[in-house]
């Protein structure tokens, strides 16, 4: 076998140890990594102990703020409950204030109503006399007009033949009927205007006890004895207005009687045949004695 070159033996030799430097550096940097992997490793486990402490921390820090926190919402509805407390206190001081300042005034007030409430009553009591003594005359003229055009209508239903009237007989029936028509109309109107007087004057009252009412409620067992008195004083007014109310009513079904009565009487009184005059007229005397100077 041929002995090999010097080239190659330097070259294979100069390989040689590159190689060994090499694995001698690469030795040498498992080394460095190998130490360095054991303080990584150590670095990594003080980090875990250290999240491990600050996890155990917080935990501890939050349960503490909410134990804090629970006692402070705690305080919060203790004050909330007192504060309720005192609020509702404080409105039944002011409801108080106002029932005694209120029923003040109404018990001096009371006499002055009550006055204005007897001259009210009285002044309708003087209407309702006077409108049902003119619903009285004005009835009493329908039920004689009545009776009068009963006695025609029969004996026309006794007779065969229509019976006619004359345009001059038949015109005070009209007349009648307007006239009391007339009447019809103002007693509406009063009968309305006195109704809508006592409405007014109870509502009003009842209106006043309810208020009388609100404002014992404060306190009933302090104020119940000045309500009872208020009520006392304005009660016989309320049953004296609701009196004249009934009275009212029955005004006016009375009234709605006539009405209906006048009513008959007009549609017979339309019944009413006028017969038609084919005389001539007889005309003035002056107008005969020019005319006839005029015709000569």
């Known amino acids: 076998m041929p002995e090999a070159s010097p080239y190659l033996t330097a070259s294979l030799t100069r390989f040689t140890d590159r190689g060994a430097l ?27 102990t250290h999240r ?73 009591e003087n209407r309702l006399a006077e409108r049902a003594r003119r619903t009285q005359e004005w009835a009493s003229l329908l039920r004689a007009k009545e009776a009068e055009l009963r006695e025609f209508v029969e004996r026309q239903a006794a007779r065969d033949t229509e019976v006619l009237v004359s345009k001059a007989r038949k015109q005070p029936y009209l007349d009648f009927v307007y006239l009391k028509r007339e009447e019809e109309g103002r007693l509406s109107i009063e009968l309305k205007s006195i109704r809508a007087t006592l409405n007014r004057a109870l509502d009003r009252i009842g209106r006043a006890e309810k208020w009388i009412a609100r404002m014992a409620e404060a306190n009933p067992a302090q104020f119940e004895m000045r309500k009872n008195d208020l009520l006392a004083t304005w009660r016989p007014y309320h049953k004296r207005f609701s009196d004249l109310r009934e009275a009212a009513l029955h005004q006016a079904m009375e009234f709605e009687e006539g009405r209906m009565r006048l ?34």
């Open 22 to 48: 090499i694995r001698r550096d690469v030795e040498l940097m498992l080394e460095g990594l190998e130490v360095k992997g054991h303080l990584l490793r150590d670095l990594r486990e003080k980090v875990q």
């Open 263 to 296: 009513r008959w009487i007009y549609e017979q009184v339309q019944r009413m045949r006028v017969v038609e005059s084919s005389a001539s007229t007889r005309r003035p005397l002056l107008e005969r004695l020019f005319g006839s100077r005029e015709e000569n």
């Open 52 to 124: 491990q402490e600050d996890v155990a921390q917080l935990n501890e820090a939050r349960r503490q703020t909410w134990a804090i926190w629970e006692e402070r919402l705690k305080r919060i509805e203790e004050w909330m409950t007192s504060s309720s407390t005192l609020e509702r206190s404080a409105g039944n001081l002011r409801a108080w204030r106002e029932s005694v300042l209120g029923l003040g005034r109404a018990q001096s007030l009371a006499r002055k109503y009550a006055a204005s409430l007897l001259a009210k009553a009285g002044k309708i």
